[in-house]
């Protein structure tokens, strides 16, 4: 629970705990780096000193529920003649070390981030009459807190069964063969941990959230954030703490951004004032996307972005599956055919960790993209969601240690046969124009069996399909390597799946002499098991 208060001095942080780690000793009752942060909001409203504050009645490090201890609201005054109107800012205090006394966050040291490196902003448009900020920015704010301080939560969990170093090793991707033999039973964990690390924010990134924020009948029902325009980042006595803005966005918008990519999305944003304008301010009243306010930009912005940059979206969670046609499956044990209608073997752990970081990978522009090599070693609905977990549909369950990984050998198939809903078979020409023609990689994780599709271009590295052999499975992960030429022939060929409406299913494409089949299948061959 929170209540709304004006702002005062919070009150005497804790003295440092002792040991070579521990920060140093300030002299000063006000926390350090609660301090810094109010010294960057007290330049840019030096007439605001004690703002309205929404302030968590229990503090985390009490045991409260909400991660944020305060989330400041500033009146912002915009600037008409450059198309900012007048709007509420909200800044939120606790994603960053406030303390510096390990009450919350870990002191690494001045010259990294402090506590997970940022805080974030919000943007909301004052309207008419309005004399007091609205409070649902600062739940939606403690939301998106709680999204990111999982990974401290699940991190701890282990801590007494792994040393940090053992920690340290598995993310880099130097897995201890000899920790995961000796305790097979904590593998889905390291999984669990290795995901949850990675949920913290950066520029660019997408939240799918699938309610208007506001819980109103708005259309802003998603996020993307970037930095804000004029909080600059602040140099903590425990570390930087940069600002990342939250931008209200349409479902359209969120889609456009995943098929190419957050900034240059936000970078339309700016050029439509009454979208957001040059300070990406969120109007929860705007009745209309980007593409409606001009059509144009569209076809003449991002399809061209798609095509000049290729697409950020790395892979989806999708109605799919795969039959290995070259020959029937030998006994009940064999994995390289799987078919609706049976229970696929399961993904190994350590292909759903390939996986894993197949996709996070994907969201990088790379020059020679790799994909991370087998031995050694990221998500609800359609697309990379978060909150909750953009990446839990790559979970896995117990029976990811089952099967011992070195069991699995990788096979080469002579011809496969790819089935796709319709919502899964309209990005196939993304995944070809906007992945494979740019060099990246594309994968389908199947959400009604656990079993993987993974498109690669020939300039991907640590593929197990190769030229000589473009159809490998590992398992139930299947790789098809399509060259550049095969590609523009098959976007030729699925052009009309671009316009769904226009075709009746089931439908089936076919390229013989490649031994390739594709079919796009009603989704309730998928939702039925017994099909």
């Known amino acids: 629970m929170a209540e709304l208060r004006p702002s005062v001095a919070p009150g005497p942080a804790a003295p440092p705990a002792p040991g070579p780690s521990a920060p140093p000793a300030f002299a000063s009752l006000f926390p350090p ?17 004690n703002p309205l504050q929404v302030t968590a009645i229990v503090k985390y490090w009490l045991g409260g529920p909400d991660p944020l201890d305060y989330v400041s609201m500033y009146r912002n005054m915009g600037s008409p003649s450059a198309n900012i109107p007048e709007h509420w800012h909200y800044i939120s205090f606790g994603l960053s070390d406030l303390y510096g006394d390990s009450r919350v966050h870990e002191f690494t040291g001045t010259d990294g981030p402090s506590g997970f490196g940022f805080e974030l902003t919000f943007r909301l448009k004052r309207e008419t009459g309005e004399s007091a900020p609205p409070t649902w920015p600062a739940e939606l704010m403690q939301g998106l807190a709680r999204y990111v301080f999982q990974s401290e939560d699940n991190i701890e969990k282990v801590s007494n069964t792994f040393k940090i170093t053992d920690l340290i090793d598995v993310k880099a991707g130097f897995e201890p063969r000899r920790l995961l033999a000796s305790k097979p039973e904590i593998r889905l964990l390291l999984l669990q941990v290795l995901e949850s690390t990675e949920n913290t924010f950066c520029r660019g990134d997408q939240v799918s959230w699938h309610s208007p924020l506001d819980n109103s009948e708005s259309r802003i029902q998603h996020m993307l954030l970037t930095e804000d325009p004029q909080m600059q980042p602040v140099q903590t006595p425990f570390g930087v703490v940069t600002f990342l803005q939250i931008v209200g966005v349409c479902t359209e918008e969120l889609h456009s951004a995943q098929q190419w990519n957050g900034q240059g999305i936000l970078e339309l944003l700016r050029t439509v004032p009454v979208a957001g304008g040059p300070w990406l301010i969120t109007d929860m009243r705007r009745g209309e996307t980007i593409f409606e306010i001009d059509p144009h930009l569209q076809q003449e912005r991002v399809d061209k972005g798609i095509e000049t ?21 030998e006994d009940d044990e064999d994995s390289r055919s799987i078919c609706i209608g049976t229970q696929p073997r399961r993904l190994s752990g350590k292909d759903t960790e390939q996986i894993r970081e197949t996709l996070r990978r994907g969201l990088e522009i790379n020059s020679k993209p790799v994909l991370p090599p087998i031995n050694p070693q990221r998500h609800n609905g359609l697309t ?4 909750p977990s953009r990446k839990d549909s790559l979970e896995s369950d117990s029976s990811t240690a089952v099967i011992p990984h070195e069991l699995i050998r990788t096979r080469q198939l002579e011809s496969v046969h790819l089935k796709f809903n319709q919502e899964s078979g309209a990005l196939i020409p993304l995944c070809l124009r906007g992945r494979l023609l740019h060099g990246r990689h594309f994968t389908y994780k199947s959400i009604t069996g656990d079993m993987a599709i993974t498109f690669v271009s020939t300039g991907v590295e640590g593929a197990f399909a190769t030229e000589e052999h473009p159809y490998a499975a590992h398992g139930p992960w299947l790789q098809i390597l399509l060259t550049e030429e095969f590609v523009e022939k098959m976007l030729e060929d699925l052009e009309d799946l671009t316009s769904p409406e226009e075709f009746k299913l089931p439908k089936e494409y076919s390229w013989p002499e490649k031994k390739l089949k594709v079919s796009i299948l009603p989704d309730v061959v998928f939702d039925s098991p017994l099909h």
């Open 33 to 49: 780096g609660l301090h810094a942060i109010y010294g960057e909001c007290r330049r840019l409203y030096p007439d605001q000193p």
């Open 309 to 329: 940059d290729g697409s950020n979206l790395s892979g989806v969670s999708a109605k799919c599956a795969w039959d290995d046609l070259s020959r029937p499956p």
């Open 384 to 387: 990379h969601d978060r909150p």
